[in-house]
């Protein structure tokens, strides 16, 4: 089973970093797990252009770290993608990535093409992982559409994605000081592979 | 005095329907007497924000690039016109990018809590979202809004109006959508007129 993990945040170890963390974590301790984390701040990826020449190309313009990543992305059994809330929206760097994922949209919808092979299409299960220093419910609420569109256009059904979102996070650190975090984290990681799990033996 | 409108074009090609848009929005500002100027994200030169925090000690970036220049400059103007097209239901990251950099700013006024907007001031100060999309769905600005509300709180800036219009797709470009322009360039006018009188409003207070 292969998981490929997005850690959006620009923070190197910070509170969305740490949630991706102890998800991994609990994932790498099942059997049969490989994992591949990418920190987004080594990963050279480019917003998107709008030239909308993937809408007849099949493929990026741009040659840039999503060269490497597109193939990945496709191959992955999970796909997580862990960032923070910058003023009530996804940072940037991790919109940057979003909106690269153009390239699956327009082959999903415009060129009618798949994009995963079809004996793996409904099995892929998706995570966002979510921080933010206000401790407002809807700070999460201008990032999840967007979020659903990520998953959406790489043949995540809007029903495989999970969510484990946690506000009240500010200053680094301050998720270790979180009541349910890091348990809420390891069982979302236990519980994602073994629905994996179920879904490959099918 | 005049009223002075800036535009920023988030959009990452040039003259596309986001930005033909706002060029209505600042045409009709200027024909009502405004002076407008337009900058263009994409040729500038700045990095998203680290997420270091460091402006929460000293309300200053460590980032020394054109975000703090630009962000200068918008508290020097009367009128800001906030321009981007959806991408993936939300804003551009070129956008995102310069909105997480006034993070100093926030800091200033919520956490250092040395810098302060009066109502007047904030009421003297508009700021206005124009957007396009090719999505026809009602709710495809929706996660768009709340980045683009906290930009213009942090600034000191009223959210005062929209100009958002939808399914790009069907209409083929906003040239063939059959009122978005005339409506921004009303708006634009408009918006001259409502800031002239709130700012004779205040003097006379």
């Known amino acids: 089973m292969k998981v490929l993990a997005f850690s959006g945040s620009p923070r190197r170890g910070g509170n969305s970093e740490t949630l991706l963390d102890w998800v991994l974590s609990a994932m790498g301790k099942e059997e049969g797990v490989v994992i591949e984390k990418i920190p987004l701040t080594e990963a050279n990826v480019n917003p998107c252009r709008g030239c909308n020449a993937c809408e007849t190309l099949n493929r990026c313009v741009q040659r840039d770290g999503m060269d490497v990543l597109h193939d990945k992305i496709i191959d992955a059994d999970c796909i997580i993608l862990a960032a923070p809330i910058f003023c009530m929206g996804i940072c940037a760097q991790a919109k940057a990535l979003i909106d690269r994922f153009q390239v699956f949209r327009s082959r999903k919808f415009v060129l009618k093409l798949p994009v995963v092979p079809p004996e793996r299409k409904g099995k892929r299960l998706g995570i966002f992982l979510s921080t933010a220093g206000q401790n407002w419910d809807h700070v999460f609420q201008g990032a999840v559409p967007s979020v659903k569109c990520f998953f959406h256009v790489i043949d995540v059904r809007d029903k495989d994605i999970h969510y484990l979102m946690v506000n009240g996070v500010d200053e680094k650190g301050a998720i270790l000081a979180h009541p349910t975090a890091r348990e809420d984290a390891e069982r979302l990681g236990r519980e994602v592979i073994a629905e994996l799990r179920k879904r490959l033996e099918q | ?205």
């Open chain 2, 1 to 205: 005095m005049t009223v002075k409108v800036l535009g920023l074009s988030g959009s990452p090609h040039r003259h596309g329907n986001t930005e033909t848009l706002l060029d209505a929005f600042l045409d009709g500002a200027g024909e009502a007497g405004g002076e407008t100027e337009k900058v263009i994200l994409k040729d500038l030169s700045y990095t998203p924000c680290r997420g270091c925090n460091a402006c929460h000690k000293d309300g200053v970036c460590v980032v020394t690039d054109d975000a703090i220049t630009l962000i200068d400059r918008i508290f020097t103007v009367d009128c800001l016109a906030v321009s981007s097209p959806i991408y993936t239901m939300g804003i551009t990251a070129e956008l995102k990018g310069l909105i997480d950099r006034a993070q100093y700013i926030w800091a200033r006024k919520f956490i250092l809590k040395n810098l302060f907007f009066t109502n007047e001031h904030i009421a003297n100060h508009k700021g206005i979202f124009i957007s396009t999309a090719g999505l026809s769905w009602d709710n495809v600005f929706d996660a768009a809004f709340p980045a683009v509300t906290a930009f213009f709180n942090t600034l000191g800036f009223e959210y005062y109006d929209n100009i958002i219009a939808n399914d790009m797709d069907r209409y083929k470009g906003i040239r063939g959508h059959p009122s978005a322009l005339n409506n921004a360039r009303e708006k634009g006018r408009k918006v001259i007129r409502v800031l002239e009188s709130s700012r004779d409003a205040t003097d006379y207070q």
